[in-house]
């Protein structure tokens, strides 16, 4: 296994190439979370909420 990160696609309104988003964006709020519903990545549940149609 190489040392390499995959890219990941991020869905949501994120505000920087590190997926903060517009409701987390301090130092530490760099993270995504894969959602089970829906196997896609979101900085934030509530970006989540916003962009889907369905509960997490």
């Known amino acids: 296994m ?3 990160a995959q890219a990941v696609r991020v869905f949501g309104a994120t505000v ?3 997926t903060r988003c517009v409701h987390y964006r301090t130092e ?3 993270v995504a ?3 089970a519903c829906c196997l896609r990545y ?3 549940h509530l970006c989540h909420a916003e962009d889907t149609d369905h509960e997490p």
Request: proline share 7%; charged share 35%.
């Open 2 to 4: 190489s040392g390499r």
């Open 28 to 30: 530490v709020d760099v």
């Open 33 to 35: 979370i894969k959602f």
């Open 16 to 18: 920087d190439d590190q």
């Open 42 to 44: 979101y900085p934030c």
